[in-house]
């Protein structure tokens, strides 16, 4: 049977199951596994079990990886939740595909703006409404329904999969890492390629493929005055205050223009080669819709391209908030003793995460110099994730190209993305092998945002171009 005869059988076969992949999405989202909650880190493990459950239904060798403990903020220990490994299938005949994804959600309750409750999957015009139903538990199930799938067509798989499911992606992948590196010479040893399906297209029409992420470097600018918090009347206009300090140094970091103010940031940035802008021209962009997903009147930059490279290509500051200053309802007229600064700066290629802490922290002494406050300053990075670029002409990204034409009919755009997912550079330098970024859900889709949906249609449509995917991966 040609692959043509097959992906029709398999996909009318997903279309007719279309209930049931809803139905266990909704099981999913039922379970409120949110890592950043430690007093509801037994729902973390209930979908741990559920999960390791239908993979050991589906006949996934299944293997539960501790990685170790947290300590959470009053001090005490718990237990991270566990790593799931699978394994399906062990021919040494066949390629081997290694499928990342995570079970854990970002925190949600009605009271935050939610129109539905968040962990009840709720239908609506097409989409599903609930946390965690992009992001990543649709994603991570499609994998799994594929699977069924070609059990019930009695279809042998085409290739040998392995997955590496964890619950702590959400707070920071906490144990990943180590684990990853424990397992190169042995889970990890026989990987062919790796997949991950933890992001999302450009727009809400054209599906893209993604070969490159921005890293991230978090730092806190601390500013501390006096031994206590001070009466404005009394000491107001007598002393260098705190907040006064912080928010001059802030203003010094980036200008109204996004362009960073630190000397020297952008001297390891890549240069911009004629062969990589051609691949910005063709790319699909509304600039009117990513305005109105940002809820804003107009960007910075006014061309799809120098937009699509600020996002990508260029690294950016933003500025996250203050800790310790006054931010209740009312008048308070307290000069606080002690203020942090929380910002960010998202790197590129070739930024090297060690000279950019340098660089900000030489920026911060030479401002105060200027100032000549004796308040106490220091900035410290608090943590850092390198950033992430593969080769978009791979045999990996072109069978995912081929997959994606034989779903939607059209090539997928070859995009980077500016978000940071650091793991997956840890999978690319244990394994050696080329990672595809493989999203499905649409832009619109408010991962990490109140009433997060996923279309109904990228759910079944993804879980397609996956089936398609496996066979065009072994055909290399």
Same mark, same amino acid.
């Given at each position: &049977?040609?692959?043509?005869?097959?992906?029709?059988?398999?996909?009318?076969?997903?279309? !007719?199951?279309?209930? *049931?992949?809803?139905?266990?999405?909704?099981?999913?989202?039922?379970?409120?596994?949110?890592?950043?909650?430690?007093?509801?880190?037994?729902?973390?493990?209930?979908?741990?079990?559920?999960?390791?459950?239908? =993979?050991?239904? %589906?006949?996934?060798?299944?293997?539960?990886?501790?990685?170790? $403990?947290?300590?959470?903020?009053?001090?005490?220990?718990?237990?991270?939740?566990?790593?799931?490994?699978?394994?399906?299938?062990?021919?040494?005949?066949?390629?081997?595909?290694?499928?990342?994804?995570?079970?854990?959600?970002?925190?949600?309750?009605?009271?935050?703006?939610?129109?539905?409750?968040?962990?009840?999957?709720?239908?609506?015009?097409?989409? =599903?409404?609930?946390?965690?139903?992009? *992001?990543?538990?649709?994603?991570?199930?499609?994998?799994?329904?594929?699977?069924?799938?070609?059990?019930?067509?009695?279809?042998?798989?085409?290739?040998?999969?392995?997955?590496?499911?964890?619950?702590?992606?959400?707070?920071?992948?906490?144990?990943?890492?180590?684990? %990853?590196?424990?397992?190169?010479?042995?889970?990890?040893? !026989?990987?062919?390629?790796?997949?991950?399906?933890?992001?999302?297209?450009?727009?809400?029409?054209?599906?893209?493929?993604?070969?490159?992420?921005?890293?991230?470097?978090?730092?806190?600018?601390?500013?501390?005055?006096?031994?206590?918090?001070?009466?404005?009347?009394?000491?107001?206009?007598?002393?260098?205050?705190? &907040?006064?300090?912080?928010?001059?140094?802030?203003?010094? %970091?980036?200008?109204?223009?996004?362009?960073?103010?630190?000397?020297?940031?952008?001297?390891?940035?890549?240069?911009?080669?004629?062969?990589?802008?051609?691949?910005?021209?063709?790319?699909?962009?509304?600039?009117?819709?990513?305005?109105?997903?940002?809820?804003?009147?107009?960007?910075?930059? +006014?061309?799809?391209?120098?937009?699509? &490279?600020?996002?990508?290509?260029?690294?950016?500051?933003?500025?996250?908030?203050?800790?310790?200053?006054?931010?209740?309802?009312?008048?308070?007229?307290?000069?606080?003793?002690?203020?942090?600064?929380?910002?960010?700066?998202?790197?590129?290629?070739? &930024?090297?995460?060690?000279?950019?802490? $340098?660089?900000?922290?030489?920026?911060?002494?030479?401002?105060?110099?200027?100032? +000549?406050?004796?308040?106490?300053?220091?900035?410290?990075?608090?943590?850092?994730?390198?950033?992430?670029?593969?080769?978009?002409?791979?045999?990996?990204?072109?069978?995912?190209?081929?997959?994606?034409?034989?779903?939607?009919?059209?090539?997928? *755009?070859?995009?980077?993305?500016?978000?940071?997912?650091?793991?997956?550079?840890?999978?690319?330098?244990?394994?050696?092998?080329?990672?595809?970024?493989?999203?499905?859900?649409?832009? *619109?889709?408010?991962?990490?945002?109140?009433?997060?949906?996923?279309?109904?249609?990228?759910?079944?449509?993804?879980?397609?171009?996956?089936?398609?995917?496996?066979?065009?991966?072994?055909?290399?």
């Amino acid at each position: &049977m040609s692959n043509n005869d097959f992906n029709t059988r398999l996909f009318k076969h997903l279309d !007719d199951h279309q209930k *049931d992949y809803i139905q266990r999405l909704s099981d999913a989202v039922s379970i409120p596994s949110v890592s950043a909650w430690p007093e509801h880190r037994h729902e973390v493990v209930r979908m741990v079990d559920w999960t390791k459950s239908l =993979l050991e239904k %589906l006949g996934v060798k299944v293997e539960l990886s501790d990685v170790g $403990k947290q300590k959470i903020a009053d001090g005490k220990e718990i237990d991270l939740p566990n790593v799931i490994l699978g394994t399906y299938g062990n021919d040494k005949a066949k390629k081997t595909v290694l499928i990342y994804g995570h079970l854990d959600v970002q925190p949600a309750q009605v009271s935050d703006g939610w129109d539905t409750e968040p962990f009840v999957l709720t239908e609506k015009n097409g989409k =599903l409404f609930g946390r965690g139903s992009t *992001d990543d538990k649709g994603p991570v199930l499609s994998w799994l329904n594929v699977i069924e799938a070609y059990q019930q067509l009695n279809e042998p798989f085409p290739v040998n999969v392995k997955f590496c499911l964890e619950s702590m992606e959400e707070y920071g992948s906490e144990g990943l890492e180590d684990l %990853l590196k424990s397992l190169k010479n042995t889970f990890l040893s !026989d990987v062919d390629f790796v997949v991950i399906s933890d992001s999302y297209w450009l727009g809400k029409e054209k599906p893209c493929l993604q070969y490159g992420l921005r890293g991230i470097c978090y730092f806190f600018l601390d500013v501390e005055c006096s031994t206590k918090d001070l009466h404005s009347g009394c000491f107001g206009g007598t002393i260098h205050e705190a &907040m006064t300090d912080l928010i001059a140094l802030m203003s010094t %970091l980036v200008d109204d223009q996004g362009h960073i103010l630190i000397d020297g940031v952008y001297d390891e940035v890549a240069p911009l080669l004629p062969e990589e802008e051609q691949l910005y021209k063709p790319i699909t962009f509304d600039t009117k819709a990513y305005c109105s997903e940002a809820g804003v009147e107009k960007t910075i930059q +006014k061309e799809k391209e120098q937009i699509l &490279m600020h996002r990508w290509r260029y690294p950016s500051l933003s500025l996250h908030g203050i800790q310790g200053a006054f931010d209740g309802v009312g008048c308070k007229t307290v000069i606080p003793r002690h203020v942090i600064g929380k910002f960010s700066i998202r790197i590129v290629p070739n &930024m090297k995460i060690a000279t950019l802490e $340098k660089l900000v922290e030489k920026h911060i002494q030479n401002i105060m110099k200027e100032r +000549k406050s004796p308040n106490k300053v220091s900035v410290k990075l608090e943590h850092g994730g390198d950033y992430w670029v593969a080769d978009p002409n791979n045999p990996q990204y072109i069978a995912a190209r081929k997959a994606t034409v034989a779903v939607h009919g059209i090539e997928p *755009d070859l995009t980077r993305e500016g978000g940071s997912i650091p793991i997956t550079l840890t999978f690319q330098e244990q394994t050696g092998k080329n990672v595809l970024l493989l999203p499905i859900g649409a832009s *619109d889709d408010g991962a990490h945002s109140q009433n997060e949906k996923f279309d109904i249609i990228n759910y079944m449509n993804g879980m397609k171009v996956m089936g398609a995917y496996f066979q065009e991966i072994a055909k290399l």
